[in-house]
Structures are given as structure tokens and as C-alpha cells.
């Protein structure tokens, strides 16, 4: 038997998934981090790591023939020569390089600078590129060779070759994934040499390190692959590769991600794509989610008041659910109010009402999502908290006109592990 590894590195925890050869579940573990000081959280990564593989059954592990790991994407790290970190990790929501964006701004106004686009990605007040631009100008920054995301590093840990990415981790620090290089702009920016080489997620990038597959009981030609980043390794999880699926993540806020055979950008609603393989990942994300539904409702009340809602008539309430002022997609309107009214007093109305009102949000998502060139809505799948809703996912079924199903798997881990075992190839048909 063959076994392949996935391990999900998240801000509270790490997750680890094994499967075989046909892709099925076959072991899983998890890890909380300890509350750690900050100058002890990549030890922490790293004890985590190694705990985590060690916990795979002896005989999985040497049959161990990949491992790939996915990060939280723009979660980064300076390193020297040798792969050792110089600085704490600067964390996915660290906005301490935002004053960095000027500088960006700056540069795109000029005029050899015209193809680089005004509003991109790396202009976020938490891109991995405005933190390394943050850095550059502190001392340390002259010791530093190499900047590596979360994934990067604990990947490097294992296969021991420092300074390498995957273009999942790498959008957010410029790199262009339609020409698959480093941009001009960015290649004459002083910060250029400590750019790590980009490769496809999920390329082999060499066979574990001797002394690690001692330590690890791992075959010596176990191969470490390129990783990912969360988002993406939870809608691998779906096993979503037919151009016009989706899936749609209703968690605290809700998040579409479908699957096109067409790029799409849109600055105005914060829209951007990921490459998967010859396919583009396509998403948006929405402030409305469950975290309204949880100011108004406890999770059991969800849950039989949702039961009791009549799915196949449609609400005449018209809300928009939001838990404050401001929303980007697939309405930009940064002063847009929650509209929750008029309240019926019957509780399974108020609640159907929001749900519907989701529901159609989501299908506006959608909508917009193919108006702007995206493949055409095919199926949905449906991962968070608000996925094991039967009631909401028939409103949506006839909301948006297409087959929505549960995600059988719901694992970032899990989405990694297909990584490893080179699923995401499926992707380049
Ligand atoms: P996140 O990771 O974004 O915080 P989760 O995926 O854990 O979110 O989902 C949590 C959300 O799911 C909560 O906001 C809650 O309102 C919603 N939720 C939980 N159970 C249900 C349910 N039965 N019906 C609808 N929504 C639910």
C-alpha cells in the first residue's frame, strides 16, 4: 500500500490527513497550538509538524510516499542562507506594512510601470509583499535571504532546501500566474532577491532529508511537494474539478469559490482568481454569514426552527443580513446597512426570511461572478457551519438553479493530502 500525507497549518492549530492510493480517508490527528509568546511560535510550527507525523501509524509511515502542506495564506517569515528564521512570524492579519502601499502606489504611477495593475493584490494592507517591504527597512533585513510563508518553511523543513513557494502562497506577493514569473516591477524592487523560486503547488520538490526520514521512520524517497493555502486546500477538499462547480463556504461570513475555465479580476467587488493548473479559481466573499444568524439565534434554535421552515415557498422578506455598515461583494457599498426589517413575530419567518436572503445573495454572487466571464454555475458543494442546514441548502437548490451537495470532505488536511497524492493534476484537463 502507498499512503500520501496533507497537514492543514491554520492560527490556532494544525491538522494532519492520510489517504491512500485511491484517495480515501485513512487516518487523521490534530493539534492545538499552546498559547505560545510570539518568539516561539515557528518552534511551536515545527514541534507540531514533526508530532504530527509521528502519530501517523508506523507501518503508513513507512509507506509514506508524499507529504505536501498547506499554510494560512500570507503568514510570513524572513530567513538567512541556511533556512533559519531571523524575525517572529508576521501573522495573516498583521497589517504593520500597510504605510508600505504608498510605496506601491508610487511606483505603479509610473509610467514604464502602465501594465502593472493599479489595483492589485499585493496593495491589501496585509499582502505578503507590503510585510516584506515593512522589513526591508528594519536592521535585520541584512542578514535575510529569503522570505518564506508558513507553508514554505515547514515544507523546507522537511525537504531542507530553502527559498521555495508554490503560486497558490505566492499571489499575495506578486507573482504574476498567468505568465507564471515575477512581474518587472517586482524583480527591480531592491526587496527581489529574497523572493523564493515558484512552483506549481503540489510539484515534487525533492525526497525528504536523510536525517528526517531517520528521525520520522519515513522511506528515504518519500517525496515533499509544494504546498498551498488554506482557502484553496478546503475547496481541493470538495473534490470540485469540472469547470463551472463551486463551492460555497457558509461559515461566519459567506465565500464562493467556483471553478472557470476563464480568469477573473475585479477590483470594484474584490474579486480575484487563483490558478489551478490550466483552470482559474474564482472568488468573492460577502459580509452577511452566519455570524447574523447568531446574533439572533443560539445553534439549537437553528437547528429546529430550520425544520420547520417550508422550503419550496419563498420568503417575501427582503433583508440584507450583515453585522455592520459596509459590503463589497456582490454589492460595493462600504456604507451599506444591515436591512432586518420588517421582524415577523413568528421566529421560523424571521428566520426563513434571512436564510432566503442569503440564499439570494449567494445567487447574485454567482450571477455576478459569471457576468464578469466565469464558467457557468454548474453544482455547488457546501462547506461551514451553515452546510448541514438542509432547510437553507433547499433554498438555495432553488435560489440558484443548480444541484447543491455537501462536500464529502471538509478538511483542509484533506485537500493537501490530494495535493500530495497529485489529484490537483485533474485540473490541467
Ligand atoms: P467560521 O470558520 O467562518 O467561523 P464555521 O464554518 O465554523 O465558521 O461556521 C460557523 C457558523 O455557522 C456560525 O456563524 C453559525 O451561525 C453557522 N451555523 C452553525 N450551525 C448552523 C445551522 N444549523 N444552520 C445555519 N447556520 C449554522
Known amino acids: 500500500m502507498s499512503f500520501y500525507a496533507g497537514i492543514d497549518f491554520g492560527t490556532s492549530g494544525a491538522r494532519l490527513a ?11 490527528a490534530s493539534r492545538t497550538f499552546d498559547t505560545v509568546a510570539e518568539s516561539d511560535l515557528v518552534a511551536c510550527w ?9 502519530e501517523i501509524d508506523r507501518a503508513e509511515r513507512q509507506t509514506l510516499r508524499a507529504i505536501a502542506i498547506n499554510g494560512t495564506s500570507s503568514t510570513v517569515l524572513l530567513c538567512d542562507g541556511v533556512g533559519q528564521p531571523l524575525t517572529v512570524p508576521l501573522l495573516y492579519n498583521d497589517a504593520s506594512g500597510a504605510p508600505e502601499r504608498e510605496t506601491l502606489r508610487h511606483l505603479f504611477a509610473q509610467e514604464r510601470y502602465a501594465n502593472a495593475p493599479c489595483q492589485h493584490t499585493v496593495l491589501s494592507a496585509t499582502s505578503s509583499l507590503v510585510k516584506l517591504l515593512w522589513w526591508s527597512r528594519q536592521a535585520v533585513f541584512s542578514q535575510a535571504r529569503y522570505l518564506l510563508h508558513q507553508a514554505d518553511w515547514l515544507g523546507f523543513l522537511l525537504h531542507g532546501q530553502p527559498g521555495i513557494s508554490d503560486y497558490h502562497n505566492s499571489l499575495k506577493l506578486g507573482y504574476d500566474v498567468v505568465h507564471l514569473r515575477y512581474p518587472d516591477w517586482l ?32 522511506p528515504f524517497d518519500c ?11 478546503a475547496f481541493l477538499a470538495s473534490r470540485a474539478t469540472v469547470p463551472g462547480e463551486a463551492v460555497t463556504s457558509l461559515g461566519s461570513t459567506l465565500v464562493l ?11 470594484t467587488y474584490g474579486i480575484y482568481s487563483h490558478r489551478l493548473g490550466k483552470q482559474w479559481l474564482v472568488g468573492g466573499a460577502s459580509n452577511t454569514g452566519g455570524a447574523v444568524l447568531q446574533q439572533f439565534f443560539t445553534v439549537a434554535e437553528l437547528l429546529h ?30 456604507s451599506l446597512l444591515p436591512r432586518l426589517e420588517p421582524r415577523p ?8 426570511g434571512l436564510l432566503e436572503s442569503m440564499a439570494r445573495i449567494e445567487a447574485e454572487g454567482y450571477r455576478l461572478l459569471q457576468a464578469l466571464g466565469a464558467t457557468p454555475l454548474k453544482r455547488v458543494y457546501s462547506a461551514g ?23 464529502q470532505q471538509l478538511e483542509a488536511a484533506y485537500g493537501t493530502a490530494l495535493l500530495a497524492l497529485g489529484m490537483h493534476r485533474q485540473h490541467k484537463h
Open 345 to 352: 413575530a413568528d421566529p421560523v419567518a424571521f428566520l426563513h
Open 223 to 233: 517525496q515533499i511537494c509544494a504546498g498551498t493555502t488554506d482557502s484553496i486546500a
Open 385 to 407: 457551519g451553515g452546510a448541514t442546514n438542509a432547510a437553507w441548502t433547499a433554498l438555495r437548490a432553488r435560489q440558484l438553479g443548480v444541484p447543491v451537495e455537501r462536500s
Open 46 to 54: 515545527q514541534a507540531t509538524l514533526f508530532s504530527l507525523l509521528k
Open 305 to 334: 426552527l430550520s425544520d420547520r421552515i417550508i422550503t419550496d415557498q419563498a420568503s417575501p422578506l427582503d433583508y440584507y443580513p450583515l453585522t455592520q455598515a459596509g459590503e463589497r461583494f456582490p454589492v460595493n457599498d462600504p
Open 18 to 28: 492520510v489517504i491512500d492510493a485511491d484517495a480515501h480517508l485513512c487516518a487523521q
Open 257 to 267: 469559490k467556483l471553478l472557470s475555465q476563464t480568469r477573473v479580476e475585479n477590483n
Open 187 to 218: 524583480t527591480e524592487l531592491a526587496i527581489a532577491p529574497l523572493l523564493p523560486h515558484v512552483v506549481a503547488p503540489g510539484t515534487s520538490i525533492g525526497h525528504v532529508q536523510p536525517a528526517v526520514a531517520r528521525q520520522l521512520e519515513l
